[in-house]
């Protein structure tokens, strides 16, 4: 039976690709989702983290001990937001962008490695694939 199920096969891609980000970014202890965490409020400084909870598709519950962990690191600040001091924004801090910025480098030859199997065709192919499975997901 799970030679046939979809999710099979794309649970077996998905250990595969961790296991080779999760070597590729040792360094810096960086999961992958604490690297799309970085990588979120990188693009959006003082984002709230529920907006940060909504790009990354996560539940607070889940997010919070993230963002604890990404701040006892010293890689994100929680500071009041500006528009609304009851609720905080986020920020990198000068060693998060550093962090970040050296993980960005690691990702992208981790992603070209795992994709090096695939023509441009196809690996744009498989995007547009996934996308249709999980259209609510896109970020």
Known sequence: MLPDLL????????IAIFADF?????????????FALLVIVEANAGLRQTQLAKAAHLDR??????LDKLEDRGL???RDAPTDRRSNGLWLTPAGATVLDRAKV?????EAAIAAA??????????????RLAPQRRA
Request: no cysteine; charged share 20%; proline share 4%.
């Open 22 to 34: 999760d070597q590729a970014l040792a360094e810096w202890d960086l999961s992958p989702g604490l």
């Open 118 to 131: 695939l023509t441009s065709t196809e690996r744009n192919t498989l995007l547009a694939l996934l996308d």
């Open 61 to 66: 519950s889940t997010l919070v001990p993230a």
């Open 76 to 78: 994100v600040e929680r």
């Open 106 to 110: 690691a990702v992208r030859a981790h």
């Open 7 to 14: 999710g099979y096969h794309v649970r077996l891609a998905q």
